[in-house]
Each structure stands twice: as structure tokens, then as C-alpha cells.
């Protein structure tokens, strides 16, 4: 807790002249409301304003986030006018001025504002600006940056997050965000950019109208199989994805497509949901009860910005979403199984190291290569020799599956939903479905079990030290099982433990929230038992959880 009393003079300086560089009216007031709080005594809002002018975001795990409000330390106007010039500095220095930028944006709080600051900035500064028509999914953004060839993208969208919290995703060429250096240098260009009311800003852009339709037309072309015999359940989560996958689902050919009605319009509150995050508790429990309602065969949720995708699934008398990992490995075969050798001479699939394994097993049954990358798709983009070459499927465990590199390099929601209605219609007309098909890959390639742990702190210290522990003195064992480390460093700040049977731990500090995050795997071979395979496997799980938070607390 920040006291009046040590108040920093330099705090309360940099914040008033925040204030008068500020483009926002509102955010002006806002920031004045505090400062004057601050300096008159209110020790809460001494350490809101210490907080709010501790620096200004930078690059994380999918470009900026943070809260909307005012201050360096927040998504505003002026950080992003700020960011932008930044941005636009940095491409001009490496020969790309003037090229195409697209933008696009969700449709958050602030995220209109400050999709047309982005623009302005970029076209002030010389280039050719292309701007999406209204609220769409991260994905037509990725794809016009990639179609059109552009120097940069930019997307207006905290995906996710929380009602409070905004985004500035960048994409560069090829469209695919932006890894180190890149990302230093470019915060280094943000922070010698003048005040943002200095900031030159011109409203002279285009409308890029067919965005939607060029992105939805190889979308639609994504089945392999004629069957269409599918009824869908689904949910935007109060995001921008309805319509589109709607429009998608159709132009492929599945058109029995039911809508959680209180989510299928894009709200920035998200009132029926605690977190809009399909992968949380309770999020898709509408869905769940719609998709037995009307008695569907596949149930669908997106996120709010569309790049995610979660299934549904019938699995004995009741309806359950199927983990990241089991969707993952579904889209995979179904890919694989499918592939044209002529066109992918030689192809390439890719997960990330906190994912289960199973893709390796499927990856080696088809004869393909396979790549395991750092957590994040602008790494799984570039697996393989760094450029991505090859890449035909990649996903991660939290519900990214990028099922159409070519044309998309980054994860997408609605093309991942299209290929999962064509695989469950097809096992559908084959009298088949989805639960089956993963007891058959299990049987085939062993039952693979994931878990995770996560320890919340309120000091980032904690974490830092928990790593150094780790680091230090590492675990000899888990479940008496001999184990080996390996230290991701200087990479990545994680720990790597695997040992037999297919025990596998990652610890890693959380990128985008102030968590330590533990990801663990076991695998156990069927042998031609996988009732029996199933119940060791899920033993095993439960007891390396409960030695893995253990291990993780002990600083606690």
C-alpha cells in the first residue's frame, strides 16, 4: 500500500503530465479524479496512482492487455495513439513504410475508439490503411493481414479476458504476430514516441468491405466429407463470432444450427457469465442445457474474439465439453487422415510443451513430421526449421486449433468449428461419434491424462523465488518414478520434468495473469484393456496433482 506520505513527487509529475498530453476528455477526468484523491490523502488512491503510472503495458503472450482506464499502465486512447506511433516508427526504420496495415476490433469497451486511433496514426504516418467493417473475430483480421500482403495488422481485442480488460494484438508480415527481438524494439520505438496529443493522426482510410467474404470462403471449402447431417448447438459467449460462424456453418452446408439466445449478441459486459472463457467453470452451461434441449448432436463455443473453439459432446446420458487436448487430437486425425500428399509433400503438425503428447504418436502413425514448441501460437506458427514450412495442424490445450495454416497463422474458432462438424457428421452417417473416436485413438496410442495446477499471488516475488527453488533443487521423483529435468532458460522462464510412462511436468510463470502455472501429463498403454488403462490413468492424474501442488507450495 502506497501512503500519502510516500507519495513519489515524480508519480504525481508524470501524472499530470499524462493529463495534459491526453486525447480522451474522460480519460483526462478520470486520471485528474485520482491524482486529486491521491495528493489529497486518500492512501487508496496514492496506490491507484502509483499503479496507474508504473509504466506503460508491454508485449506479452498475444500483444498488450490490460484494464481500460486512464494512466500510462492501462488500454486508453493515449497508449494506444502512443503504441501506434511506436508501430509505425519501428516498420519505417525496416523499409516498410507505406505498406498495407489492416485493423480490425471486437466489440469491447473502447475497442471503436480505439481501432480509429490506430488507423488515423498509421495513415498520418504515411500508410496505406485498410479497416475491417465493424466488430469481427481476431481471425479475419489474421487472414486479411496474411491476403493482402501487409506490412502489419492490428486487432482491437482482449479475446477473453475479463469486461474490464482490453487489447492491442499485432500481427506483422505474413500475419503472424510478432517474437522477440521484435517486440523490444518495438517497445523501445513506444517509448521515445511524443506526447500522444503530439501525435499526428489523419482520418484518410479504406474500408476493406469483403474481409468477411474472402475470409469465409475457403472456410466453408474445409470439409472433406459429403455428410451434413448434423444438428448444432452454439454460443458466441456475448462475442463477435455468431454471425460469421453462422454464415460459415451455412456456406458449408450445415444449416440445423441452434444459438444460446441470451449470448449470441456481442455485449462488453458479458452479463451471463462470470468469465468468458469457455474453458471456465460455468461458462458453458447454457450451451450444455441447449444442446440437450433440442437434442443436438455437437454442441459449440466460441470466445469472444473467435479464435477459440470448445466442444460439446453427448458422452453416456449427459452432455460434457471435451478438454483442448481431446479436440485437439480429434481435428488431428481428422486432418491427417485426410491429407493431400501432392499438395503437403511434406507436412507438418505442431503442439505446444504444456499439451498432451498423443499428437506425436498420431503424428508418427501418419508419417509426418511433428514439432513441439513454446506455449503460444506465434511460436506454434513458426515450428518446424522457424518458418512454419509445411504446417498443416497445430493446436494448443487452451481450445486454439489452427486447422488452415495457409490462409490463417494464428488459431481460429470458426474454421476449427467448421472441421469439427464435418468430422462428427461424417462418423455421424457412420453411425459413429466423437466420444467413440477418441476411445479408439486411445486404445490405439495409450490413454493420455492431462491436469493443471495454478497458484495465484498477489507478489510477482513469490514467483520468482518458487522458480529458483525449483531450479536449485529439483525433484529427484514424482510418483517414484526417476525423473529428468530440463531447464527452458534462457528460451523461456520453465522447467521441463518428464520420466516413464509418459509423466511429464511443466512449470512455468503464467504470461498474461500473475500465476505460476503447472502443467502435468501420465499415459497409460491400453494393452487391450482401456476400462482398466482409463482408471490407472485417471489414479495416477490425482495423485501426481496432489505431489505437484505440494512441490509448488512450499514457499507458500
Known sequence: MVSTQHLDPGCVEAARAWIGADVDEAARAELTAVLDAATGGDPDAAADLAQRMSGMPTFGTAGLRGAVR??????????????????????????????????????????AEFAADTADVFAAAGFDVRVLPGALPTPVLAHASRALGAVAGVQITASHNPPQDNGYKLYLSGGTQLVGPADAEIERCVAASPPAAEVPRRREHAVHERALADYLAPVAALPRGTARALRVAATALHGVGAGPLQEALELAGFTDVHWVPEQAGPD???????????????????????????SADLAIALDPDADRCALGVRDGDGW??????????????????????????????????????????????????????LTGFKWLVRSGDGSGTGLVYAYEEALGHCVDPDRVRDKDGISAAVLACDLAATLRERGRDLPGLLDELAAEHGVHRTGQVSVRVTDLDEIAATMRRLRADPPAELLGTPVRVRDLLPDTDALVITGEGGLRLVVRPSGTEPKLKCYFQVVEAANGDLAAAQRRAGDRLDRLDAAVTELVREDS
Open 268 to 294: 462488453p459486459d458479458f452479463p451471463t457469465v462470470g468469465f468468458p472463457n469457455p474453458e471456465e467453470p460455468g461458462a458453458t452451461d447454457l450451451l450444455l442445457a441447449l444442446a440437450a434441449d433440442v
Open 70 to 111: 486512464a494512466g500510462a499502465n492501462g488500454m486508453n486512447r493515449a497508449v494506444v495513439v502512443r503504441t501506434t506511433w511506436g508501430v509505425a516508427r519501428w516498420l519505417a526504420e525496416r523499409g516498410l513504410g507505406g505498406g498495407i496495415v489492416v485493423v480490425g476490433r471486437d466489440a469491447r469497451h473502447g475497442s
Open 320 to 373: 460434457r465439453m471435451l478438454r483442448g487436448d481431446e479436440t485437439g487430437v480429434l481435428l488431428g486425425e481428422h486432418v491427417l487422415s485426410g491429407l493431400d500428399r501432392a499438395a503437403h509433400p511434406d507436412p507438418l503438425v505442431a503442439t505446444t510443451i504444456v499439451s498432451a503428447t498423443m499428437l506425436r504418436s498420431l503424428a508418427r502413425k501418419h508419417g509426418v513430421r511433428y514439432d513441439e514448441t
